[in-house]
Protein backbone atom coordinates (compact mmCIF):
# COMPACT_ATOMS: atom_id res chain seq x y z
CA UNK A 1 0.00 0.00 0.00
CA UNK A 2 1.14 3.39 -1.10
CA UNK A 3 2.51 5.63 1.93
CA UNK A 4 3.34 9.45 1.70
CA UNK A 5 3.45 10.67 5.51
CA UNK A 6 3.50 13.88 6.36
CA UNK A 7 4.76 15.12 9.94
CA UNK A 8 2.36 17.51 11.28
CA UNK A 9 -2.07 18.33 10.15
CA UNK A 10 -2.01 21.12 12.04
CA UNK A 11 0.81 23.68 12.78
CA UNK A 12 0.73 27.09 14.75
CA UNK A 13 3.85 29.39 14.19
CA UNK A 14 4.66 32.91 14.79
CA UNK A 15 5.70 35.19 12.11
CA UNK A 16 9.14 35.25 11.83
CA UNK A 17 9.80 31.46 12.91
CA UNK A 18 11.74 29.05 10.99
CA UNK A 19 8.84 26.12 9.82
CA UNK A 20 10.03 22.62 9.14
CA UNK A 21 7.42 20.68 7.37
CA UNK A 22 8.50 16.54 6.99
CA UNK A 23 7.59 14.39 4.51
CA UNK A 24 8.31 10.80 3.76
CA UNK A 25 7.40 8.19 1.18
CA UNK A 26 7.91 4.25 1.66
CA UNK A 27 7.53 3.80 -1.98
CA UNK A 28 11.35 4.07 -3.69
CA UNK A 29 10.46 6.83 -5.77
CA UNK A 30 12.73 9.15 -7.77
CA UNK A 31 10.46 12.34 -7.88
CA UNK A 32 9.04 14.71 -4.61
CA UNK A 33 6.89 17.49 -4.89
CA UNK A 34 5.62 19.89 -2.23
CA UNK A 35 2.80 22.40 -3.41
CA UNK A 36 0.41 24.83 -2.22
CA UNK A 37 -2.87 24.60 -1.90
CA UNK A 38 -5.39 27.58 -1.65
CA UNK A 39 -8.97 27.70 -2.66
CA UNK A 40 -9.59 29.04 -6.04
CA UNK A 41 -5.98 28.97 -7.39
CA UNK A 42 -5.92 25.15 -6.97
CA UNK A 43 -1.84 23.27 -6.69
CA UNK A 44 0.50 25.46 -6.98
CA UNK A 45 4.24 23.86 -7.22
CA UNK A 46 6.70 25.38 -4.91
CA UNK A 47 9.64 22.92 -5.29
CA UNK A 48 10.09 19.26 -6.94
CA UNK A 49 13.20 16.86 -6.49
CA UNK A 50 14.45 14.35 -9.01
CA UNK A 51 16.91 12.80 -6.90
CA UNK A 52 18.69 12.42 -3.71
CA UNK A 53 20.49 16.66 -2.82
CA UNK A 54 18.80 17.70 -6.47
CA UNK A 55 16.26 20.41 -6.29
CA UNK A 56 14.60 22.28 -8.66
CA UNK A 57 12.28 25.49 -8.32
CA UNK A 58 8.30 25.48 -8.92
CA UNK A 59 5.93 27.99 -10.02
CA UNK A 60 6.22 29.63 -6.19
CA UNK A 61 9.22 29.32 -4.40
CA UNK A 62 9.66 32.91 -3.11
CA UNK A 63 10.26 32.44 0.85
CA UNK A 64 10.66 28.53 0.80
CA UNK A 65 13.83 26.01 0.69
CA UNK A 66 14.02 22.59 0.40
CA UNK A 67 16.20 19.42 1.48
CA UNK A 68 16.64 16.28 0.14
CA UNK A 69 19.32 14.38 2.22
CA UNK A 70 17.54 10.99 1.59
CA UNK A 71 15.89 9.48 -0.90
CA UNK A 72 12.48 8.73 1.50
CA UNK A 73 12.72 12.43 2.37
CA UNK A 74 11.59 15.73 1.43
CA UNK A 75 11.83 18.66 3.55
CA UNK A 76 10.02 22.10 2.98
CA UNK A 77 11.94 24.82 4.72
CA UNK A 78 9.91 28.57 5.88
CA UNK A 79 13.18 30.56 6.76
CA UNK A 80 11.36 33.22 8.26
CA UNK A 81 7.51 32.68 8.46
CA UNK A 82 5.15 35.10 7.35
CA UNK A 83 1.19 35.84 7.50
CA UNK A 84 0.82 35.08 3.72
CA UNK A 85 2.61 31.68 4.36
CA UNK A 86 -0.84 30.46 5.75
CA UNK A 87 -2.26 27.78 3.65
CA UNK A 88 -2.51 24.31 2.87
CA UNK A 89 0.74 22.23 2.73
CA UNK A 90 0.67 18.93 0.14
CA UNK A 91 3.76 16.82 0.01
CA UNK A 92 3.60 13.97 -3.27
CA UNK A 93 5.92 11.39 -4.73
CA UNK A 94 5.05 9.88 -8.33
CA UNK A 95 7.29 7.28 -9.89
CA UNK A 96 5.46 6.99 -13.57
CA UNK A 97 2.72 9.10 -13.96
CA UNK A 98 0.42 8.47 -10.89
CA UNK A 99 1.01 11.48 -8.03
CA UNK A 100 0.58 10.32 -4.46
CA UNK A 101 -0.30 12.58 -1.78
CA UNK A 102 0.29 13.09 1.60
CA UNK A 103 -2.57 14.29 3.90
CA UNK A 104 -1.35 17.86 3.88
CA UNK A 105 -0.68 20.12 6.80
CA UNK A 106 -2.03 23.39 7.76
CA UNK A 107 0.30 25.70 8.69
CA UNK A 108 -1.13 28.88 10.40
CA UNK A 109 1.18 31.95 10.79
CA UNK A 110 0.13 34.37 13.46
CA UNK B 1 5.10 27.57 -19.89
CA UNK B 2 1.84 24.82 -20.15
CA UNK B 3 -1.24 26.62 -18.38
CA UNK B 4 -4.07 25.26 -17.72
CA UNK B 5 -7.60 26.74 -17.13
CA UNK B 6 -10.48 24.54 -15.64
CA UNK B 7 -14.14 25.75 -15.53
CA UNK B 8 -16.70 26.10 -14.02
CA UNK B 9 -15.11 26.62 -10.36
CA UNK B 10 -18.87 25.56 -8.86
CA UNK B 11 -21.08 22.95 -10.15
CA UNK B 12 -24.17 21.96 -8.49
CA UNK B 13 -26.07 18.90 -9.99
CA UNK B 14 -29.11 17.01 -8.87
CA UNK B 15 -28.46 13.46 -7.76
CA UNK B 16 -29.27 11.17 -10.86
CA UNK B 17 -28.03 13.63 -13.27
CA UNK B 18 -24.72 13.74 -15.37
CA UNK B 19 -21.80 16.36 -14.42
CA UNK B 20 -19.10 17.58 -16.90
CA UNK B 21 -16.27 19.89 -16.04
CA UNK B 22 -14.22 21.09 -19.25
CA UNK B 23 -10.26 22.17 -18.96
CA UNK B 24 -8.09 23.84 -21.60
CA UNK B 25 -4.25 23.35 -22.01
CA UNK B 26 -1.72 25.91 -23.64
CA UNK B 27 1.03 23.27 -24.18
CA UNK B 28 0.40 21.03 -27.43
CA UNK B 29 3.11 19.16 -26.62
CA UNK B 30 1.72 18.35 -23.10
CA UNK B 31 0.84 14.44 -23.61
CA UNK B 32 -0.73 13.05 -20.29
CA UNK B 33 -4.05 13.83 -18.89
CA UNK B 34 -5.06 12.86 -14.60
CA UNK B 35 -8.19 14.18 -12.85
CA UNK B 36 -7.75 14.04 -9.13
CA UNK B 37 -10.14 14.19 -6.67
CA UNK B 38 -10.32 15.87 -3.18
CA UNK B 39 -12.98 14.62 -0.79
CA UNK B 40 -13.62 17.34 2.26
CA UNK B 41 -10.11 17.07 4.34
CA UNK B 42 -8.55 14.11 2.03
CA UNK B 43 -5.66 13.82 0.10
CA UNK B 44 -6.27 14.12 -3.25
CA UNK B 45 -6.38 10.70 -5.51
CA UNK B 46 -6.30 9.93 -9.15
CA UNK B 47 -9.47 8.96 -10.82
CA UNK B 48 -8.88 8.74 -14.16
CA UNK B 49 -6.01 9.64 -16.93
CA UNK B 50 -6.02 9.77 -20.62
CA UNK B 51 -2.88 9.88 -23.05
CA UNK B 52 -2.00 12.57 -25.95
CA UNK B 53 -2.59 9.10 -28.32
CA UNK B 54 -6.29 8.46 -27.28
CA UNK B 55 -9.79 10.05 -27.48
CA UNK B 56 -11.77 9.01 -24.88
CA UNK B 57 -11.51 6.73 -21.80
CA UNK B 58 -14.12 4.83 -19.38
CA UNK B 59 -14.07 3.41 -16.37
CA UNK B 60 -17.79 2.78 -14.76
CA UNK B 61 -19.66 6.21 -14.29
CA UNK B 62 -16.38 8.54 -15.27
CA UNK B 63 -14.85 9.21 -18.18
CA UNK B 64 -12.53 11.72 -20.39
CA UNK B 65 -12.13 12.85 -23.41
CA UNK B 66 -9.58 14.68 -25.35
CA UNK B 67 -9.71 17.38 -27.90
CA UNK B 68 -5.53 17.99 -29.05
CA UNK B 69 -6.89 19.95 -31.89
CA UNK B 70 -8.80 22.62 -29.38
CA UNK B 71 -6.20 21.68 -26.77
CA UNK B 72 -9.29 20.70 -24.09
CA UNK B 73 -10.11 17.67 -22.23
CA UNK B 74 -13.21 17.21 -20.02
CA UNK B 75 -14.39 14.56 -16.89
CA UNK B 76 -17.49 13.39 -17.40
CA UNK B 77 -19.64 11.73 -14.67
CA UNK B 78 -23.02 10.34 -15.35
CA UNK B 79 -25.87 9.17 -13.23
CA UNK B 80 -24.10 11.18 -10.15
CA UNK B 81 -24.68 9.94 -6.23
CA UNK B 82 -23.92 11.89 -2.88
CA UNK B 83 -20.39 10.61 -2.76
CA UNK B 84 -19.55 12.28 -5.92
CA UNK B 85 -19.24 15.22 -4.43
CA UNK B 86 -15.94 17.08 -3.76
CA UNK B 87 -13.41 19.17 -5.62
CA UNK B 88 -11.94 18.05 -9.01
CA UNK B 89 -8.39 19.05 -10.57
CA UNK B 90 -7.58 18.29 -13.80
CA UNK B 91 -3.84 18.54 -15.30
CA UNK B 92 -1.42 18.59 -17.70
CA UNK B 93 1.89 16.91 -18.17
CA UNK B 94 4.23 18.71 -20.89
CA UNK B 95 6.48 16.20 -22.63
CA UNK B 96 9.94 15.01 -21.09
CA UNK B 97 9.11 16.56 -18.01
CA UNK B 98 9.26 13.60 -15.95
CA UNK B 99 5.60 13.54 -15.30
CA UNK B 100 5.67 16.97 -13.48
CA UNK B 101 2.05 18.28 -13.54
CA UNK B 102 0.52 21.57 -14.24
CA UNK B 103 -2.76 22.01 -12.27
CA UNK B 104 -6.27 23.46 -12.70
CA UNK B 105 -7.62 25.85 -10.62
CA UNK B 106 -10.36 22.87 -9.56
CA UNK B 107 -14.12 22.86 -9.48
CA UNK B 108 -16.13 21.94 -6.43
CA UNK B 109 -18.88 19.47 -7.51
CA UNK B 110 -21.83 19.50 -5.27
CA UNK B 111 -25.04 16.45 -5.64
CA UNK B 112 -28.23 17.50 -4.41
CA UNK B 113 -30.19 15.49 -3.17
Known amino acids: DVKVTQSSRYLVKRTGEKVFLECVQD?????MFWYRQDPGLGLRLIYFSYDVKMKEKGDIPEGYSVSREKKERFSLILESASTNQTSMYLC?????????FGAGTRLSVL | GENVEQHPSTLSVQEGDSAVIKCTYS??????FPWYKQELGKRPQLIIDIRSNVGEKKDQRIAVTLNKTAKHFSLHITETQPEDSAVYFCAASPADSNYQLIWGAGTKLIIKP
Open chain 2, 27 to 32: DSASNY
Open chain 1, 92 to 100: ASNLGAIQY
Open chain 1, 27 to 31: MDHEN
